[in-house]
């Protein structure tokens, strides 16, 4: 990227773009230079303007993007590294203990489940039992099985509940957090570069635009035919090379012009002339 080429922003930074642009046309009449809003164009006018010439005002700040990106790139590569070893030491890690743990997990889902089937069952004929007269000897055996059986259970729902909000407790503090859309857990050398970015972009590109395009009266949209796009801009970080036809200003294109020699006879010098 030169300074004297204009940048082509990224998708993603295209919503920064337009968000300085919103908040430059928001806040226009707390500035003097921008007090005319309204008035010949309005602010919807100068945001399709703008917009349409993004490429333009974007040169403004391309040293300043240029750092912005190439930073940020550089910050992103480093976490994806250690994401991709991360997931591929992962199975080389876990190899010893994942037979261990999933057993436990098996464990903590059967204890409940068998643990409340078998207190169901060992209950319910038990009080069947004590429902007959004369009651069978073994029915408060029965019944007492049926409430150990009742104990394991919520014992074991119990257990079932700590491990899942350990399980979720340890996720969460391992988790990475995600980066929002538009710029959000930044690095500091990222986030300072991009401020630094935003603020050239506002100062020296969106600004100086806003400006000349309402100073110049050929960007009426009131005059007949379609709008006309803003003729002439304040140099906002580059210049336009200057083009001119070989005969403008210069003689370095015309072409050469060349007079015969004039040849006489060695006898022949006109009428005043006599030979020898």
Do not use: C
């Given at each position: 990227m030169h300074m004297?080429?204009?940048?082509?922003?990224?998708?993603?930074?295209?919503?920064?773009?337009?968000?300085?642009?919103?908040?430059?046309?928001?806040?226009?009449?707390?500035?003097?230079?921008?007090?005319?809003?309204?008035?010949?164009?309005?602010?919807?006018?100068?945001?399709?303007?703008?917009?349409?010439?993004?490429?333009?005002?974007?040169?403004?700040?391309?040293?300043?993007?240029?750092?912005?990106?190439?930073?940020?790139?550089e910050s992103r590569s480093p976490a994806s590294a250690a994401s991709v070893r991360d997931s591929v030491l992962e199975p080389d890690k876990s190899e010893g203990t994942g037979s261990g743990a999933g057993f436990a997990a098996v464990i903590t889902?059967?204890?409940?489940?068998?643990?409340?089937?078998a207190a169901a069952i060992f209950l319910l004929v038990g009080y069947l039992l004590k429902a007959l007269d004369p009651a069978p000897a073994f029915a408060n055996s029965m019944l007492a099985v049926g409430w150990f059986f009742g104990a394991i259970t919520v014992v074991g729902i119990l257990a079932a509940a700590v491990g899942l909000l350990i399980t979720a407790l340890r996720n969460g503090a391992t988790q990475l957090p995600a980066e929002e859309p538009g710029g959000g857990e930044l690095p500091d050398e990222v986030g300072r570069a991009r401020e630094a970015w935003r603020h050239a972009l506002?100062?020296?590109?969106?600004?100086?635009?806003?400006?000349?395009?309402?100073?110049?009266?050929?960007?009426?949209?009131?005059?007949?035919?379609?709008?006309?796009?803003?003729?002439?801009?304040?140099?906002?970080?580059?210049?336009?090379?200057?083009?001119?036809?070989?005969?403008?200003?210069?003689?370095?294109?015309?072409?050469?012009?060349?007079?015969?020699?004039?040849?006489?006879?060695?006898?022949?010098?006109?009428?005043?002339?006599?030979?020898?």
């Amino acid at each position: 990227m030169h300074m004297n080429s204009a940048p082509h922003l990224l998708s993603e930074d295209r919503a920064d773009f337009e968000r300085i642009l919103d908040d430059a046309l928001r806040n226009a009449h707390d500035r003097p230079d921008l007090a005319e809003v309204g008035k010949r164009l309005n602010a919807e006018q100068l945001r399709t303007m703008a917009l349409n010439a993004t490429a333009l005002i974007s040169t403004a700040a391309a040293a300043e993007y240029e750092h912005y990106a190439t930073i940020r790139e550089e910050s992103r590569s480093p976490a994806s590294a250690a994401s991709v070893r991360d997931s591929v030491l992962e199975p080389d890690k876990s190899e010893g203990t994942g037979s261990g743990a999933g057993f436990a997990a098996v464990i903590t889902v059967l204890v409940p489940v068998l643990g409340g089937t078998a207190a169901a069952i060992f209950l319910l004929v038990g009080y069947l039992l004590k429902a007959l007269d004369p009651a069978p000897a073994f029915a408060n055996s029965m019944l007492a099985v049926g409430w150990f059986f009742g104990a394991i259970t919520v014992v074991g729902i119990l257990a079932a509940a700590v491990g899942l909000l350990i399980t979720a407790l340890r996720n969460g503090a391992t988790q990475l957090p995600a980066e929002e859309p538009g710029g959000g857990e930044l690095p500091d050398e990222v986030g300072r570069a991009r401020e630094a970015w935003r603020h050239a972009l506002l100062e020296r590109g969106i600004l100086p635009f806003l400006r000349a395009a309402l100073a110049d009266p050929s960007s009426d949209p009131a005059a007949p035919g379609p709008p006309r796009s803003v003729k002439s801009l304040p140099t906002i970080g580059y210049s336009r090379p200057n083009y001119s036809s070989p005969g403008e200003g210069s003689t370095a294109g015309r072409r050469p012009t060349f007079s015969s020699p004039d040849f006489t006879s060695p006898d022949f010098g006109g009428p005043e002339h006599k030979p020898e």
